[in-house]
């Protein structure tokens, strides 16, 4: 296997006659990586995808593979293997055909492909089922036949679309364990789409997460989850609380957000806008369920609301409480074998920790 | 295979009364229209032409003779076989395979544009423009192409103004024209069916291979035409069985020497009055061409119920 290789994205603009989907995209990946984008549908994430297989051409901008200008090759001439969201296997050759289908291409004998075909169903854990059609096969076996069948071209990019949606709910968890084992085990570099962020937060080094054709945060798991760079972000990935107002102070890498229903609450500031926010800015303040805690705490992190309702979720209690402008503030406490009963209608006093809240400019949140 | 649906679960699905109506609708159209017609003609192909006073008599009696004469000619002739009227089979089966190919050829990369683009309102007037043509009647379309293949006719007629000929280049004769009108008169049949299959492709089958380096030639052979082989198939079938048994064409279309086997059987029916003769003339045409049909299936591995997909 060829160790894996960087990607870079310089400047990509991607339209189709007046419709931008894609802006100003520059994007740095690490050879080895396993990368993610993510973000809702019609964000221009595939369209990415497109333009690094070279099913398309970026409007501008240059796409980097190895450090190679990719500008007017073909897919079959780029070295990245694609991953369907359908898989795309052929239904009516064998699942060994199917696999080694890039070496007919280059003429490899029947006995080579076959060889290999035994190698890759022994890595996917399907030995003996190259004589199969693909229609005999179960959701998650067609999912490894479609992984080994691009590993078989031996890219030194694997580029993977939404792949994992088709399956239930349990299938998909294991096969995100499975494709982070497999990329480790091939050291090659993944790119990964997916609107899921349970998908990306488990399995890539790093995500960068998109809206309606801009990327608005790249970073790891613990920098989008815990430092979201702009409203979007905090609240597409994970659940959040926001609470509006404008910044009456700012010390440092904190400010103080006068929010219009809850009095003044301290955040720290989300590290891109450190210095740039200013006393008087409209901001948003995000806070997130889990670190919600029943009880009075700081004079600045405490807030007093209304219960609204009580749901038992079984791992974890949610308490719903009356927030700002309609909408809910949500907090989630850990089953830990309290009997947990909030009255309906009582006003309850909560507290966090500033340094588990992130304050930053208004701007558009995800849609629910 | 699927198991066959028990009479008694048919009735219960479709109720009494709609269930009867739909079996007396099948059972029609499967006796009347297509059972019938066809035992009585290979009755009459079996049989003696005889005076209407002597049929149904003891003279009226089974034989051969109809087949023998196809083969071997009428008794006491010069040559040992029917050589006129078993060329003229030989070559209205090896024509209408011709023009089995010629369509398919022609048909292939049309369906697959059409298919793969996905419906587009270009395709759409297309495909009306394919159609409207075909509201017309057959025997006219015949008509109409001899008019253009004529001596006076517009592709001569554009061939000499250019220069490239002096004189009128008989189409007629030279069979270009009975080419023509066949296979323009059955292409539909080819073109939709193909169609059909093909715009049920999966786009990323052909993405998928040509990430994978297929050059375009290796796609269609090995994922489109694998795909498409049922479509393929069934318009094939149609065009071939069609071809085979045209009498519109060849008669208007065709030139002085040639005959098409359909014009044999239509002279025995109509101008000789032999029905008996023409009925077996008909049956070894149509036995003849089912053959054809099942081999060439066994050949490139297609089912029979593939083609009704």
Known sequence: ?368 | MKKPMIFSEFFKNNGLIMGSFLMFLVGFWVIVLILLPQISMLDFSFRFNLPPALQGTEADVYTLNNYRYLVFGPEGASDAFNKVDLMVFVRTILAAMAVTVMNLIMCYPLAYYLGQSKGTGFVRLLVVMLVIPYWINEILRAFALRIIFGDVGMINGLMMNLGLIDQPYDFINADIALYAGLGYAYILLMLFPMYNVIESLDRNQIEAARDMGASWIRIHRRVVIPHAKPGIASGATMVFMLSAGALAAPQVLGGTSSLWFTQLVYQWFNDTLNWQQGAAYAIVLLVASIAIVLTFMKLFKVNMGDIGK
């Open chain 1, 1 to 368: 296997m060829s160790s894996g290789v960087d990607v870079n994205l310089e400047n990509i603009w991607i339209k189709f006659g007046d419709f931008v989907a894609v802006r100003e995209a520059n994007v740095n990946i690490n050879g080895g990586d396993f990368f993610s984008f993510l973000g809702p549908s019609g964000c221009g994430k595939t369209t990415i995808l497109r333009a690094v297989s070279g099913f398309l051409d970026p409007s501008e901008g240059r796409v980097l593979i190895g450090g190679n200008d990719m500008a007017g090759m073909g897919p079959n001439k780029r070295p990245t293997a694609l991953i369907f969201q359908n898989l795309a296997l052929f239904p009516l050759m064998k699942i060994w055909e199917n696999i080694t289908f890039s070496m007919e291409v280059k003429g490899a004998s029947t006995a080579e492909r076959r060889k290999r075909a035994d190698e890759l169903l022994d890595m996917i854990a399907l030995p003996g089922q190259g004589e199969k059609f693909p229609s005999e096969l179960s959701g998650g076996q067609k999912q490894r036949v479609a992984i080994a069948r691009a590993l078989c071209a031996e890219p030194d990019v694997l580029l993977l679309d939404e792949p994992l949606s088709a399956l239930d709910l349990k299938l998909r968890q294991h096969m995100r364990t499975e494709l982070r084992e497999i990329q480790q085990r091939v050291g090659i570099t993944f790119i990964y789409i997916t609107h899921d962020q349970g998908e990306a937060l488990t399995m890539s080094d790093s995500v960068a997460v998109m809206r309606a054709g801009i990327i608005d945060q790249i970073g790891d798991g613990h920098a989008i989850y815990d430092t979201p760079a702009t409203p979007f972000v905090a609240s597409f990935v994970g659940e959040n609380n926001v609470f509006r107002g404008k910044i009456s102070a700012v010390n440092g890498d904190e400010a103080i957000l006068t929010s219009n229903r809850s009095g003044e609450l301290l955040a720290k500031i989300t590290p891109t806008q450190v210095g740039k926010l200013n006393v008087g800015d409209d901001a948003m303040m995000f806070v997130r369920p889990e670190v919600l805690k029943p009880g009075a705490g700081g004079e600045k992190t405490t807030i007093s609301a209304k219960v609204l309702n009580e749901e038992f979720e079984g791992n974890s209690y949610s308490v719903f409480l009356e927030g700002d402008g309609g909408k809910q503030i949500k907090m989630a406490m850990p089953n830990l074998g309290q009997n947990q009963h909030t009255a309906k209608g009582e006003i309850v006093s909560f507290s966090y920790n500033a340094k588990n809240a992130v304050v930053m400019p208004v701007g558009d949140l995800a849609s629910e």
